[in-house]
């Protein structure tokens, strides 16, 4: 673990250090704000575009060793915006020892002084993969993958979000959800499973919805202080089993709190997701994904419906002497956190809960935009995690 982590540092932070350094000292103190002399193109300043790129390895328990690259671009889409606030993409691409390839594209994008907003995630993964079925029982035996839970899966999605502010922190919008999985080399557990045999092994789904958002949040993409809360609702229409419809619902409820000075928060989220009707058994709720119960296989544990909560700390370090823009706050900071969640075929019956705790490296490498380094450990499992900006 000490190789590891030590490779993983040299081969991220550092070169990351130098390219924030430089953008540092080049923009000064003032970087949001537009020079006489920028390009413009439409709308955009380029002198606002940044790009950080990066190349680490991580562990996981779905993929094992994989090296990643990828990237951080902001920018301000408004060129006199008078907002904090940066658009962001993020995106990885990773390729693993077991054969498995994964993109992921994670966009949030202001418009209008941040009363537009566009934010989602995109995914690509083919792998090596495994199922154990629906339900905790059935993720528990066997509790490790074996020959019985294997099957090859590839996994397309596009989940993006609109929202619009009508009133102060109050935004309302429409969600939209693409997502297409094919299974392939199925285990003979897998094929005689009464999920699998209802729906197949093609599975695509497409769905529009509705969204209620209160925010106070400093910052979303990284939050000092505030509140987040999301009410939404999507409605699919599936090509699995004669085309069943069903419905999603999410109630996400985050708060922050500033300890003392700032980049000292302690922050807190907890989830609901609530599955109803002919759900196909790639769709149920699940645990374990990068954003949650970290450390735990993502896809493991699966069922109609899912609660979690999280409890983080979150600890920038402070700096001896000021930089070159004044401020005293270090690059460096690390969090910690416990967790616990849940599945289960309603949320009334959920009763085996899952531990969950983890500790973590960050790195500024933009403005408020931190690299994160995430080792999360639960009930025989553990991994590390490799990304920018915080899990929530």
């Known amino acids: ?40 193109i439409g709308e955009m300043d380029l002198r606002n575009l940044r790009f950080t790129p990066f190349i680490a390895p991580s562990i996981s328990p779905e993929v094992g060793a994989m090296i990643i690259g990828g990237g951080l671009i902001s920018f301000k889409v408004d060129k006199t915006s008078k907002i904090l606030q940066r658009s962001s993409i993020p995106f990885s691409f990773g390729y693993s020892t077991n054969g498995s390839a994964n993109l992921n594209i994670r966009p949030s994008i202001f418009f209008k002084n941040d009363k537009n907003r566009i934010s989602g995630d995109i995914w690509m993964k083919d792998m090596p993969d495994n199922y154990w079925g629906v339900g905790y029982e059935a993720a528990r035996n066997p509790s490790k993958p074996d020959s019985t839970t294997k099957y090859q899966r590839n996994w397309w999605q596009v989940f993006l979000k609109y929202s619009h502010q009508f ?14 999985t094919k299974a392939t080399n199925l285990s003979p557990q897998m094929r005689e499973d009464e999920h699998v045999r209802k729906f197949g092994t093609f599975i695509r789904n497409w769905s529009l919805g509705l969204l209620f958002q209160y925010d106070s949040r400093d910052l979303t993409i990284n ?3 505030g ?95 000021p930089r ?23 949320f009334t019956e959920m009763k085996n809960w899952l531990p969950n705790a983890g500790v973590g490296l960050r790195f500024e490498v933009q403005s408020r935009m931190n690299a994160r380094l995430d080792f999360g450990v639960g009930d025989d499992t553990s991994a590390f995690y490799v990304s920018f900006n915080e899990a929530f």
């Open 167 to 180: 009133r102060k922190h109050l935004f309302g919008g429409v969600l939209f959800d693409y997502s297409q």
């Open 324 to 346: 070159k823009d004044g401020n005293m706050m270090s690059r460096f900071g690390f969090v910690t956190w416990i967790a616990t969640g849940s599945v289960a075929n309603n």
């Open 1 to 40: 673990m000490k190789i590891t982590l030590s490779v993983l540092i040299s081969c991220f932070l550092i070169p990351a250090h130098l390219f924030a350094q430089r953008e540092s000292e080049k923009e000064g103190s003032l970087p949001f704000i537009q020079k006489k002399d920028s390009t413009i």
């Open 223 to 225: 939050a000092y202080k």
């Open 227 to 321: 509140l987040f809360l999301e009410v939404s609702s999507n409605f699919y229409r599936s090509k699995a089993f004669e085309a069943p419809n069903y419905q999603v619902i999410v109630l996400d409820y985050r708060q922050y709190r500033q300890i003392k000075r700032p980049g000292r928060t302690l922050a807190w989220q907890a989830k609901l997701r609530v599955a109803n009707h002919e759900v196909p058994w790639s769709e149920m709720s699940q645990l374990g994904t990068p954003f949650d119960l970290r450390g735990y296989r993502w896809g493991r544990y699966r069922d109609k419906d899912m609660l979690f909560g999280i409890l983080e700390y979150r600890h920038m370090l402070m700096r001896k002497s």
